[in-house]
């Protein structure tokens, strides 16, 4: 159980680290799209092999992959609609307002797809002995540039280093126990309950890179996000071959 808590802040500790780059260096808007895109190459193809063909392989015949997908999905979409609706009255103009609205996706996108994703992490090390390296490098990466990217909005509106590090420790927390979750209350789960676990991590984390990660990695990095995204997912594919050869 232990060693779940520690691959699961492993996977996470980006958050910490995105925190730290921010706070301390100003890092070129370019610079941060392009990291984006890798970490959205190397999500999606988690997405596609590591949690939504899994979940249809063990769950068979039946509709749960579809329905975790498509609620991972609109939770997320609803859930942002809401939070940015609430964050809406507050008012900010220039490049300070661009990089506040990261804020709320962000943060969102992280809790949203991070805790089913530590879940998954933790059912993998139950069932396998061992945690997928294409899964754990998939949330490693992507969560750098989405804590960059948060980081540098907090930065702009006034938030301490020691605040923005204390938010991303938290929520760094937060996945982490929820990978201990996944290691010990939900090996007893069915295979349609472990499906729709799996396939809703899917559902979120894509809604989230498509309306949120990507169009900023494009926005930022121009045309060299999508070849950083291109060789993020060939990155995670590789390894995800070279694992189950």
Not at 169 to 197: E, K, Q, W, Y
Not at 199 to 225: D, R
Request: aromatic share 10%.
């Amino acid at each position: 159980m232990f060693n779940a808590f520690l691959w699961g802040l492993l996977a996470t500790s980006s958050l910490i680290i995105g925190g730290l780059i921010a706070s301390r260096f100003s890092l070129s808007k370019k610079t941060i799209g392009i990291i984006m895109g890798f970490g959205a190459g190397t999500l999606i193809s988690a997405i596609s092999y590591e949690l939504i063909f899994e979940s249809v392989q063990i769950a068979r015949k039946s509709g749960f992959p579809a329905l975790g997908f498509f609620t991972g999905a609109f939770t997320f979409y609803f859930a942002d609609l809401l939070i940015g609706k609430l964050g809406a009255g507050k008012s900010s103009s220039g490049e300070a307002a661009q990089h506040s609205k990261l804020i709320i996706p962000m943060v969102l996108a992280i809790i949203l797809d991070g805790v089913p994703e530590s879940i998954v992490i933790g059912l993998g090390l139950f069932e396998g002995g061992a945690v997928s390296l294409a899964m754990l490098v998939a949330v490693f990466v992507s969560n750098l540039p989405e804590a960059i990217a948060g980081s540098t909005g907090m930065k702009q509106d006034g938030w301490s280093m020691k605040k923005i590090i204390l938010l991303w420790s938290f929520i760094a927390l937060i996945c982490s126990l929820s990978t201990v979750a996944g290691f010990s209350l939900f090996t007893n789960a069915s295979p349609h309950g472990l499906a729709f676990i799996q396939s809703f991590a899917g559902g979120a984390i894509l809604m989230m890179l498509a309306n949120s990660m990507i169009p900023e990695a494009y926005e930022q990095g121009g045309k060299l996000a999508g070849v950083a995204t291109v060789l993020g997912f060939f990155l995670s594919v590789s390894m995800i071959i070279l694992e189950n050869s």
